[in-house]
């Protein structure tokens, strides 16, 4: 199992597998719910994701477009998604607490990254999303 929490421990989840690698996300909104350049996130089947703790603390805040975001309202970590018409959790990265074991898959949005993001590593980069996926 790959455990994840936020800031504070109040919410803990874990989880047994990734469907997809791990993707950066270098758009604007992801720059302002993460804080830094981009947002790393995976996917993983709802089915194969539980809640330890800290349910109570989830906090959801969507935007009128839709785009939505999913914070621990103690601390303000980003936590887990469910993504809407979907059976997968969008989970961030950063607050896995063990090694995934996943490399970085691709990058998209870099079309509207900050002039200060300088990106490095082999993979792929994109304008915009992955030619094909979609996110709600
Ligand atoms: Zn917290
Ligand atoms: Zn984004």
Same mark, same amino acid.
């Given at each position: 199992m790959i455990r994840g929490s936020c800031?504070? %421990?109040? &919410?803990?989840?874990?989880f047994a597998r990734a469907v997809t690698q791990i /993707?950066?996300?270098?758009c604007s909104q992801c720059r302002k *719910?993460? /804080? *830094? $350049?981009s947002n790393a996130v995976i996917v993983v089947p709802a089915a194969d994701l539980a809640w330890?703790?800290?349910e109570d603390l989830r906090e959801?805040? $969507?935007k009128p477009s839709g785009w939505r975001t999913t914070f621990c309202r103690r601390c303000g970590s980003p936590v887990p998604q469910k993504l809407p018409g979907t059976e997968a959790y969008w989970v961030p990265a950063g607050v896995l =607490? =063990? =090694?995934?074991?996943? @490399?970085?898959g691709g990058h998209i949005f870099v079309g509207s990254k900050a002039p200060w993001d300088e990106i490095a590593g082999p993979a792929p980069q994109f304008e915009e999303g &992955? @030619? %094909?996926a979609k996110r709600t």
């Open positions: 800031l504070c %421990g109040g &919410i803990r989840f874990h /993707g950066m996300c270098h *719910v993460s /804080g *830094v $350049a330890l703790s800290g959801t805040y $969507a =607490d =063990d =090694d995934p074991g996943l @490399p970085v &992955i @030619p %094909g």
